[in-house]
């Protein structure tokens, strides 16, 4: 299982954002340079986020991109699975019914990493992630 780049550079452009001053409004142009992203996958995956209730656009002179959730409760696994779907590692693990399942072996373990992942994910915020970023610099 890997994240993929829309994963990646969501919560990359997430923690930027939550890493400035509160009450900042994002320009797309400004992310994508600060964080080195192309601008029009920017706006794809801007589009999945606003999409997810995650965040909010403005227009006009001060308009912009800003949080509709807190970045102190906004969870790294929200983010994830609004920009990538299930992070599930098998197809299996939240069927109701499978057709293998009465024989399959390894479902125990895809559960428990499964689990663990989400505890993880569920664990760490985005502004916990901004916090660490600012004590880097």
């Given amino acids: 299982m890997e994240i993929g780049t829309k994963g990646q550079y969501g919560l990359e452009a997430l923690v930027y954002m939550a890493s ?7 320009s797309i142009n400004t992310i994508a340079t600060q964080r080195n992203i192309s601008e029009k996958y920017l706006e794809q995956i801007f589009s999945l986020l606003k999409k997810g209730g995650i965040i909010q656009s403005s227009r006009g002179k001060y308009g912009g991109y800003h949080f509709l959730i807190a970045p102190k409760d906004l969870t790294v696994l929200e983010v994830l ?17 499978c057709k293998r399942e009465a024989i399959c072996k390894s479902k125990p ?29």
């Fill in 81 to 97: 699975e609004c920009l990538t779907g299930s992070l599930e590692p098998v197809k299996c693990i939240q069927s109701v019914q």
């Fill in 20 to 26: 400035c001053p509160e009450n900042t409004q994002f």
């Fill in 109 to 137: 373990v895809w559960e428990k990493m499964y689990d663990h992942m989400k505890l993880v994910l569920e664990d760490v915020t985005i502004q916990s992630l901004a916090d660490e970023y600012r004590r880097q610099l």
